[in-house]
């Protein structure tokens, strides 16, 4: 909520044409906050252009920015699915239960694929440890 806030600063800033320099202050966030904030000033109808005009970079920087918050979501979403996954068949359900589960309308999983993927996903923790 407060990188909400500060994009509609911004972008109320931007609308009246205001003479701000907050370069210096994009420059010392750190990373995250960095992706944070252009995140929020992107789903708030600010151009990428104009974004990086204001922060002081290269629109390219910003693109960047908006991919790797994109690929974080996805492998966040990914992480998630997978841990219920895991508390599924812990929970003792068999590969062909969560196959039918996992299988709807044009996608069949098979309860060969689930199994697979557990092997792979054992092996690779193990790989890890």
Do not use: H
């Amino acid at each position: 909520m407060f990188w909400s806030s500060i994009a509609v600063a911004v972008q109320e800033a931007v609308e009246k044409e205001m003479d701000i320099d907050i370069s210096d202050r994009y420059k010392a966030m750190d990373n995250e906050s960095k992706g944070k904030l252009i995140q929020s000033l992107r789903s708030s109808g600010i151009s990428q252009r104009i974004i990086a005009e204001t922060l002081g970079i290269t629109a390219s920087a910003v693109s960047q920015r908006l991919k790797g918050a994109e690929l974080t979501n996805t492998y966040s979403n990914c992480n998630s699915t997978v841990n219920k996954l895991l508390k599924v068949k812990q929970a003792g359900l068999s590969d062909d239960a969560i196959s039918k589960i996992l299988s709807t309308g044009n996608t069949t999983i098979t309860p060969e694929d689930v199994n697979a993927f557990f092997k792979v996903f054992d092996a690779s923790n193990q790989a890890n440890f």
